[in-house]
């Protein structure tokens, strides 16, 4: 019996031809396109204009530091701050620097020289890292300024160093050393697609059944509601987990994403997240008058459920009673812990908690579920 519902329901599974496609290309188009978008995996080449109002040999030295930074490229040299305004507004550059009159003299009778800089903060990513260049630049070009300052006061080259220099702060970034985008969005991106398909799967899961005329040949044959659901139930779980193998497969050995935990860990966290996952579209689909309904109260949750579960916006930054709500959705707890997975490789009795959180939300999910379908 087990078994020929098991069959039956690959054989639904597979003649909607909609939903098969989605299950089976839905992810691994998503991975080929993030790959590709992200495939510079740094931010480079920023669009910089330079506004020179000095036209000093000092002025010439800062601007060839500028060109020579790793992460600016020197784009325009409009001749005013009005001229690099309008260029912003346009979209053709994102930092002007504009030097000010004077900055020669400045610096050569041992003043302090101000340089302004401004960043489009219009688009976040690009201006995080622009603002990070620009920092970068101005520190050098300030110990440099100090350094020369100290020397014409007659300072030895030794001294003035250590004196402007007094304390060395040294940046490492762990765990991402390169701060590659590739390697902290792509995968992620990738399995919040593969959840919102197996979301859209598993929200069919009863009113697939008590939706169609059906379901009263099988209420007056006596068969177990247990036995149809736990099998219909089984065939999405494996069906998900066997939907999920590529998309690891790719990313781990194509791709070169890291993970620092054993493999086996990061599948076995996936299954319980997958059961999970199976509970709450599950439960959706017991709650709907018809399918539509059903999957659209799915979507209602897993659509948005990856920006809320803090992997891009820290859940501390969020407002407490969001924080606290956040955590009834299994995303929240996967993609936390895919983080730590496979950047950190935590210890046992740290990913002992999102598993305890996966098992408490099936059986919260799943007795619910059990307790609306009895009385259809």
């Known amino acids: 019996m087990i078994r020929a519902l098991i069959q039956r329901e690959l054989l639904y599974l597979w003649r909607d031809r ?8 839905g992810s691994l188009l998503g991975l080929a396109l993030f790959f590709a978008t992200y495939s510079a995996q740094v931010l480079q080449n920023i669009p910089t204009a330079v506004v020179d109002l000095d036209h000093s040999s000092a002025s010439h030295q800062l601007i060839e530091k500028v060109a ?53 903060g219009s688009n976040m990513i690009y201006s995080t890292n622009a603002t990070t260049a620009a920092l970068t630049v101005a520190k050098t070009i300030s110990a440099q300024a100090g350094v020369k300052a100290l020397l014409a006061r007659g300072f030895q080259p030794s001294e003035a160093q250590n004196a402007y220099l007094g304390v060395e702060l040294r940046e490492e970034a762990w765990f991402n050393p390169t701060l590659n985008y590739a390697y902290f969005l792509v995968l992620a991106l990738v399995l919040n697609i593969w959840q919102q398909c197996c979301t859209l799967a598993a929200a069919t899961n009863i009113i697939s059944e008590t939706g169609r005329p059906s379901w009263k040949q099988f209420k007056m ?69 018809n ?3 059903t999957t659209r109260y799915g979507m209602i949750i897993a659509l948005p459920s990856f920006i809320l579960s803090g992997y891009g916006w820290p859940l501390e930054s969020m407002p407490a009673f969001l924080q606290s709500l956040v955590k009834l959705l299994p995303q ?45």
């Open 18 to 25: 909609g939903l098969r496609n989605i299950l089976l290309f």
């Open 68 to 120: 020579q930074a790793e992460n600016l490229q020197v784009a325009a040299y409009p001749d005013s701050y009005e001229e690099a305004e309008e260029l912003m507004k346009r979209g053709k550059i994102v930092v002007t620097m504009v030097i000010p009159e004077n900055y020669g003299k400045t610096l050569a009778l041992g003043r302090q020289g101000n340089v302004y800089m401004a960043i489009d």
């Open 221 to 289: 044959a006596g068969l177990s509601k247990w036995t149809l659901f736990a099998s219909k139930s089984a065939v999405h779980i494996v069906l998900f987990m066997f939907m999920v193998l590529p998309v690891y497969l790719i990313s781990f050995a194509v791709f070169k994403v890291p993970l620092h935990c054993s493999g086996w860990l990061l599948l076995f966290f996936t299954l319980a997240f997958t059961i999970a996952l199976h509970s709450v579209g599950t439960f959706t689909s017991s709650i709907g008058r």
């Open 332 to 376: 929240t707890w996967f993609f936390q812990g895919l983080n730590y997975l496979t950047f950190k490789n935590p210890d046992l009795s740290f990913v002992q908690t999102y598993f305890w959180a996966f098992g408490i939300i099936s059986v919260v999910c799943y007795g619910a579920t059990a307790l609306l379908t009895s009385r259809k």
């Open 291 to 293: 399918a539509v309904d």
